[in-house]
């Protein structure tokens, strides 16, 4: 995952006690690698809070997790995903892209996205 500057200031952010959560996950078509600078996915398809949680990969409680099931409504090939703090715009803290997940109307598609803090 590529992490964004304005993600790492949210961060930082909420490091402190301010700024909000992140706590969504959105899904897209985009090919395009992110940089640093990018602010949102390439072309998203959907996007939605997230259930959280953390689990333990190298110490109790080191990372962070968000999954969400999307209904899918048409023909896609799914390629990037990200994780963002506000369901309407949010500042993304950082972002992916991957080999097609291919999905038709019908289909349920979970993202289960992991970030471990090492």
Do not use: C, H, P
């Not at 809070?49 to 209904?71: I, L, P, R, Y």
């Not at 991957?98 to 289909?107: E, H, K, Q």
């Amino acid at each position: 995952m590529t992490v964004t500057n304005t993600g790492k200031a949210e961060a930082a952010e909420l490091l402190i006690g301010a700024g909000t959560a992140f706590d969504v996950v959105a899904i897209g078509t985009g090919t395009t690698d992110f940089a640093a600078t990018s602010t949102k996915l390439n072309n998203e398809y959907a996007r939605d809070t997230a259930t959280t949680s953390t689990e333990t990969t190298d110490v109790a409680g080191d990372t962070a997790q968000f999954v969400n099931s999307f209904s899918i409504t048409e023909s896609k090939a799914i390629t990037e995903a990200g994780v963002l703090n506000e369901d309407a715009a949010g500042i993304m803290l950082g972002a992916q892209t991957f080999s097609a997940v291919n999905v038709v109307s019908g289909d349920t598609l979970e993202i289960s996205y992991k970030i471990d803090i090492d």
